[in-house]
């Protein structure tokens, strides 16, 4: 799980943010201003022994201090809206978050796609059947290059539907209260959408 170890550009940059002075964060830790000026310039590595107290004193998890990553969600319940699709490039897993999260799958750190509007080659048809929503895509499934999977997002919950090369590039969904759809492409990256609120009949 660990990628890397405390990285001197880290502890400074979140010393900075806590508004802290080398010699204030020093004293915190009973160490010299000086080791941590050798740490923030690359020159050592804090011990091992260390790093609870460093994590606490710049206001961050272990687990974070060492992936050299720091996480910011303010509501801890998470958020739907705020999906996140992380993506292998090794294996294709596919991890999706509700919140900012450091994670990594075949030993590398996987940032969160950003998601874009499609461009034609990646354009979205939705057809509404019945109680559902057909949705489809015109881009090729072949093994070197296809979408990988579609997904929808409501208010309280994601369904996602796996696409495999040689494949079809379709999935189905309860149409009732779809806000968005994603959809990633293995070599052209994640995809999203809106979906319209169909207006109740009076
Ligand atoms: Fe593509």
């Given amino acids: 799980m660990m990628n890397s170890y405390a990285t001197g550009a880290m502890i400074r940059r ?5 508004g802290l ?3 204030e964060l020093a004293e915190k830790l009973y160490i010299s201003d000086k080791t941590v000026s050798k740490w923030e310039t690359g020159k050592g590595y804090p011990d091992i022994t260390l790093i609870e107290p460093l994590a606490a004193a ?5 687990p974070e201090l060492l992936s050299g990553e720091n996480i910011s969600n303010r509501n801890r319940a998470g958020n739907m809206q705020r999906t996140l699709f992380h993506v292998c490039p090794v294996c294709g897993n596919i991890i999706t978050s509700v919140g900012e999260c450091v994670v ?4 590398i750190t996987l940032p969160a796609q950003e998601a874009e509007a499609p461009d034609e080659a990646h354009a979205v048809t939705v057809d509404p059947v019945e109680d559902e929503l057909y949705v489809t895509l015109s881009h090729e499934m072949t093994k ?4 990988s999977f579609i997904a929808a997002l409501t ?6 539907v796996k696409l495999y090369p040689e494949g079809s590039a379709e999935a189905r969904f309860k149409s009732g209260g779809i806000r968005a759809l994603y959809w990633y492409c293995n070599h052209h990256g994640l995809f999203t959408q809106r979906v319209e609120r169909k207006r109740p009949r009076a």
């Fill in 21 to 23: 002075t080398q010699a």
């Fill in 58 to 62: 710049l206001g961050v998890s272990v």
């Fill in 155 to 160: 208010f309280d919950g994601l369904k996602l």
């Fill in 14 to 18: 979140l010393r900075e943010e806590k």
């Fill in 104 to 107: 990594s799958c075949c030993g």
């Fill in 144 to 147: 070197s290059h296809y979408v």
